[in-house]
């Protein structure tokens, strides 16, 4: 099946440091790519959907200035979470879609544990 | 608003038990149903089912789509202590630019 890679897969900074998390898909080129936030215990939350070339469209609630995303290419998506706070430690997951057949499949990368001290 | 609903939300059981977890959504334009297996990292990708493909099967894993009624099973069979994970069922309403979850349903399988 088609590979998402994510880095990191843990960091910890300080509070008030940005940090960039990669999104990349290794073997095929992805015109949407999605990132998502997920507390301990509780399902996937949706941030934003990002198309190549074009601004993330955010969902509700999620500060476009504080989670910055880029999609410069088909297979690399960015998200900086910039002057991180203790309240932005979580597990963030970005994904792909990719065709399998004629419909498409959401891949994941592995997640990256973010920990603001 | 397009919604998927999960059932049971969580389950309990011991080793060798056959399980089915339910998946049943209302969207606006299906696509595929999608069911995935999450442990301790990120959703890994178990079945996608369409009109096309309403039944697949893997090992002691199957799923069956019911479009008429709008839902999928996912069945787990002779249950081993690996299998313990978060089920998240997913439904494509945009192809492939929106993807719906439900909340998952925590299986865990005890010795």
């Known amino acids: 099946g088609a590979v998402v890679s994510q880095h990191p897969s843990w960091v910890i900074c300080k509070s008030g440091t940005s940090v960039k998390i990669e999104c990349r898909s290794l073997d095929f080129q992805a015109t949407t790519m999605f990132w998502y936030r997920q507390f301990p215990k509780q399902s996937l939350m949706l941030m934003a959907t990002s198309n190549e070339g074009s601004k993330a469209t955010y969902e509700q609630g999620v500060e476009k200035d504080k989670f910055l995303i880029n999609h410069a290419s088909l297979t690399l998506s960015t998200l900086t979470v910039t002057s991180a706070h203790p309240e932005d430690s979580s597990f963030y997951i970005c994904s792909a879609t990719g065709f399998s057949g004629s419909e498409n499949i959401q891949y994941f990368g592995a997640g990256t544990r973010l920990s603001v001290l | ?111």
Not at chain 2, 44 to 49: D, E, V, Y
Not at chain 2, 65 to 82: F, H, P, V
Request: glycine share 6%.
């Open chain 2, 1 to 111: 608003e397009d919604k998927v609903v999960q059932s049971p939300l969580s389950l309990v059981v011991h080793e060798g038990d056959t399980v089915t977890l339910n998946c049943s959504y209302e969207v606006t334009n299906f696509r595929s149903l999608l069911w995935y297996k999450q442990e301790k990292k990120a959703p890994t990708f178990l079945f996608m089912l369409t009109s096309s493909g309403i039944e697949k099967k893997s090992g002691r894993l199957s799923s069956i789509l019911d479009k008429k009624e709008l839902s999928s099973i996912l069945n787990i069979t002779a249950t081993q202590t690996g299998d313990s994970a978060i089920y998240l069922c997913a439904v494509d309403n945009n192809y492939g630019q929106n993807f719906v979850f439900g909340p998952g349903t925590r299986l865990s399988v005890l010795p």
